[in-house]
């Protein structure tokens, strides 16, 4: 069975963009970068709803070719480019960068690939995470905090209809006062 992670850069008041969708406050520094890049690597299967697979498609395919890239994201890119992704979207007619996209049932293809034998996969995008959080199938959080305060905007978690109790697994903090705390969902 493959593990579903759900993990995001968060302001300290819990939200992945501000209003506006406005992300700049999140810019990591080259350690968080690169512990992004690996945990990257390990990842066998990205799965973006429409918003966050239109801000990582609108960079990344090309991410590498900027002149002031690092190595690090030099890497992430090649990387992004090379590992296979779900497009879970209604409203785009297309997908291209080694990407399918999924007009149907999110829940239902999530719990298909889950129950696959396979690397884990990540669910990104506020939106399309609530979905697999409602119907339980996150097994693991990542939290990467970072102490700004923004208000509003979309939140990392949506509303549940019951308690999710976690385990903690690991904490670090990273340059800037940056904190991740990575859960398991206990079963």
Known sequence: M???????????DGYVAASGDDIGWGAPSDELFQWW???EVAIG???YGRKLWETMSSHWPTGDQQPDATPAQIEFARNWRDT???????????VDWNA?????????EITRLK?????????????????????????????????VL???????????????????????TFPGGVVMNRYETRR
């Open 2 to 12: 493959r593990k579903v992670i759900y993990g995001m850069n968060v302001t300290l």
């Open 37 to 39: 890049l690996d945990q």
């Open 45 to 47: 299967l990205l799965m």
């Open 84 to 94: 296979p992704k779900l497009v879970f979207s209604s409203t785009i007619d297309e």
């Open 100 to 108: 399918r996209l999924v007009k149907g049932d999110a829940v239902a």
């Open 115 to 147: 129950a696959e034998d396979g690397e884990p996969m990540r669910v990104g995008g506020a939106t399309l995470a609530a979905t697999a959080m409602r119907a339980g199938l996150v097994d693991e959080y990542t939290i990467v905090t970072h102490p």
């Open 150 to 172: 923004v208000g509003g905007g979309r939140p990392f978690f949506a509303a549940l209809d019951s308690w999710v109790n976690l385990n903690l697994l690991e904490t670090r």
